[in-house]
């Protein structure tokens, strides 16, 4: 089946304003980080993808766009600052969509923090001028005391940690840092546990229905985690599509805190979320065709 195509909003039209703009995406093998590759080559710009595989993801196999990307391997928490700036080239803006979820906490102080103070330390070294950051939505971290087991702080500190990072490696400038902040990030064909996820279907009409004004009052006097569980989540392509508009310098993501799924869709004018409204569309459907296959059958059954 043909690949389903990335919801890049406002971008859709734009193959242009990343020429001669050079663009180093840390975790572009990843979920988020090979949409936002996939993204920038087809706005023109010259992509790194910097990750453990040095690969193409699985999804994109076969698609011109990859064979546009210069697939780098690099272990961030283990190679020397040379080795990484070598990888990481010299370019003009960094998207970091690293992260790990987990139950050990030094394992997600690592994978989130250390990961991102390295990549983020090159940044510095070679004078990157701007950065998108992925890191996580204020209202998941302010569950960390009462809601959430200890571990986790290991994941909310590793992102506390990467936010500064990136902040001082572009020396204090927040106009030129975005924090994309989701709460739960949906998208891809398949569902999965570690790290938790939904298809795009799926997802999205779980979108549009935390999105209905009712629901969204619900959750804004609501407390913890049954809050952030009323919240609508977010695709991975309008996470992604954040990132790159950043990365390009567009005045509606750089230098801007993206937090929670309006305003993470807000930067590119992303379509409303329609996965709800396809699937009663879809079932009022199917219902008339087996209504009329039925009634064809009986009236089939009356004459023998």
């Keep these: 089946t ?39 080559v087809d706005c023109g710009a010259e992509v790194t993808s910097v990750s453990k595989s040095g690969q193409a993801p699985k999804w994109a196999a076969g698609q011109d766009w990859t064979s546009s990307v210069d697939w780098k391997a690099a272990d961030l928490l283990s190679c020397d600052e ?29 994978g989130n923090g250390d990961t991102n103070a390295a990549a983020f ?12 950051y992925v890191s996580v939505s204020d ?3 302010a569950c960390q005391e009462k809601w959430l087991p200890e571990f986790f702080s290991g994941y909310f500190d590793g992102k506390v940690i990467a936010e500064a990072a990136a902040l001082e490696a572009l020396g204090g400038d927040a106009s030129q840092v975005c924090l994309v902040k989701p709460t739960f990030i949906y998208g891809g064909d398949s569902f999965g546990l570690f ?5 795009y279907e799926y997802g999205s009409g779980i979108e549009q229905l935390l999105s209905l004004g009712l629901i969204k009052v619900i959750a804004d006097i609501t407390p913890g985690l049954i809050k952030v569980a009323l919240r609508p989540p977010v695709s ?21 805190v993206l937090d929670g799924t309006e305003a993470i869709n807000g930067a590119t ?23 009329n296959w039925a009634k064809e059958k009986i009236e089939e059954s009356k004459k023998d």
Excluded: H
């Excluded at 330390?121 to 998108?132: E, F, L, Q, V, Y």
């Design 82 to 110: 040379a080795s990484l700036d070598a990888a990481m080239g010299s370019p003009d803006a960094v998207v970091s969509t690293v992260g790990v979820v987990g139950t050990d906490l030094d394992v997600l102080l690592k």
């Design 195 to 199: 790290p938790p996820r939904v298809t």
């Design 139 to 141: 209202e998941v971290k």
């Design 269 to 291: 004018d992303q379509p409303d979320a329609t996965g709800l409204s396809e699937a009663f569309e879809w079932t009022k459907d199917n219902t008339i065709k087996f209504y």
């Design 236 to 256: 991975v392509d309008s996470v992604a599509s954040a990132c790159a508009a950043a990365a390009l310098g567009k005045e509606a993501a750089n230098g801007k």
């Design 2 to 40: 043909a690949a389903r195509p990335i919801s890049v909003g406002n971008l859709v039209d734009d193959t242009s304003s990343g020429k001669g703009l050079k663009v180093t995406v840390v975790g572009g093998s990843g979920f988020v980080g090979s949409r936002v590759c996939k993204i920038l």
């Design 121 to 132: 330390a090159s940044c510095k070294r070679k004078g990157t001028s701007r950065i998108a």
